[in-house]
């Protein structure tokens, strides 16, 4: 499976702290994506980067945060203002704004 | 304001047997969608979408901007078909909506 990894598979985090997941892509993707997945619903954009060195916020940002320093990695910071942290997370990236996306395998977080 | 509803949780189908998984949207602007989707143990991965008009392991999807639905569609399923299917919608430059999701079983 190569292209995207995100580390690790399983996160558990005491409440209060703050925890950031891995993602890095070898597909020389611009654009890198996280998105927040909960039982029964659809992807949710938390923040999204179309290039180096910039990032939006998705639709869910609260609570969160991202860098985009290289190309290659998209750290997302789940911080303690996050109310409802635990959920499955998948990272993504695609070479344009309509382009296919591909996504990593995804980080369970839990908070305790 | 942008939608996409799979109205089926669940879906189960003999092999052999046609299947259709249901995707309906709402959108104002001109809809772009797409199929994604995800076997067991594996991540999630696009299957189609609607501009490139193919036909991906005998799937289809047809847009019907009248019915504003994206139906998923193969004439007979196989059981390697079982996976859970997501319909999205761009509706911004690289923002999806995105579908809840239908787990598709294929029975022998």
């Known amino acids: 499976d190569g292209g995207i990894t995100q580390s690790p598979k399983y996160l558990f985090r005491k409440e209060g702290q703050n925890v950031t997941l891995s993602c890095e892509q070898n597909l020389n993707h611009d654009a890198m994506y996280w998105y927040r997945q909960d039982p029964g619903q659809g992807l949710r954009l938390i923040y999204y980067s179309q290039i180096v060195n910039d990032f939006q916020k998705g639709d869910i940002a609260e609570g969160y945060s991202v860098s985009r320093e290289k190309k290659e990695s998209f750290p997302l910071t789940v911080t303690s203002a996050q109310k409802n942290p635990t959920a499955f997370y998948l990272c993504a990236s695609s070479r344009g704004a309509k382009d296919t996306q591909y996504f990593g395998p995804g980080t369970r977080l839990t908070v305790l | 304001a942008q939608r996409v509803t799979q109205p089926e949780k669940l879906l189960s189908v003999f092999k052999g047997a046609p299947v259709e998984l249901k995707c309906n949207y709402s959108?104002?602007?001109?809809?772009?969608l797409f199929w994604y989707v995800q076997y067991s143990r594996q991540r999630l991965q696009l299957l189609l979408r609607h501009i490139s008009r193919e036909s991906i392991k005998g799937f289809t999807a047809d847009l019907n901007k009248g019915e504003t639905s994206f139906h998923l569609k193969k004439p007979f399923a196989q059981e390697e078909d079982s996976a859970m299917y997501y319909c999205?919608?761009?509706?911004?430059?690289?923002?999806?909506?995105w579908g809840a999701g239908t787990k598709l079983i294929i029975k022998p």
């Open positions: 959108y104002s602007g001109s809809p772009e």
């Open positions: 999205a919608l761009i509706y911004s430059n690289y923002q999806l909506i």
